[in-house]
């Protein structure tokens, strides 16, 4: 894959407002099928207020199939969410995703021959936590322990892309 995007920014009082272009050549030696180019304009919001940081954000774009795709180009529409917290004990943070996608042309005629349209949700809780501190200042890392909760739910006019799904997770992660 290769992307590259074009950014403008801006501080507003505590906020920081983003715009931009973005593009992205997609290929995959796997299936060429699923190759193409997707192109997006996008927009973001972050606020430090305190110890809180919040970003919002809403991208739209379109995907050009290379090749023979079923659906044909998709156009895509996302909403995004965070909180993040710095406490004493450990950082938290909560994501919330949504994506509308539709596609151009019908999937598959086995499908009932009707284009298909897609809402994805995607909700993640996180807490990390520092285990060590180095004397050896920021710069060297630090090692933290990770938990994560998400919760995802994707709908379609075809029941075959319903999905749902609840994942946990914990690990350990070194930050440079």
């Known amino acids: 894959m290769c992307s590259s995007d074009l950014m403008l920014s801006r501080s507003l009082s505590s906020c920081i407002y983003r715009a931009g272009l973005e593009g992205e050549r997609r290929t995959y030696t796997q299936d060429n099928t699923q190759n193409g180019f997707y192109g997006s304009v996008l927009t973001s919001l972050v606020c430090l207020q305190g110890d809180n ?3 919002w954000g809403i991208q739209t774009g379109r995907d050009w199939a290379s090749t023979l795709r079923a659906g044909g180009d998709q156009t895509r529409l996302d909403l995004k969410a ?4 710095q406490w004493q004990f450990a950082r ?12 151009a042309s019908p999937y598959s005629k086995l499908l009932g021959g009707v284009t298909r349209t897609t809402l994805r949700q995607n909700a993640r809780f996180t807490l990390t936590k520092r285990l060590e501190y180095s004397s050896r200042g920021a710069s060297w890392g630090s090692l933290y322990s990770v938990t994560s909760l998400e919760v995802f739910r ?9 999905i749902k799904g609840e994942s946990f997770y914990t690990g350990l992660r070194f930050e440079f």
């Open 53 to 55: 940081l919040y970003q």
């Open 154 to 162: 994707h709908t379609s006019n075809l029941e075959l892309f319903d």
């Open 92 to 103: 938290t943070s909560a994501e919330w995703m949504m994506s509308g996608l539709q596609d």
């Open 82 to 85: 965070l909180w993040e917290r």
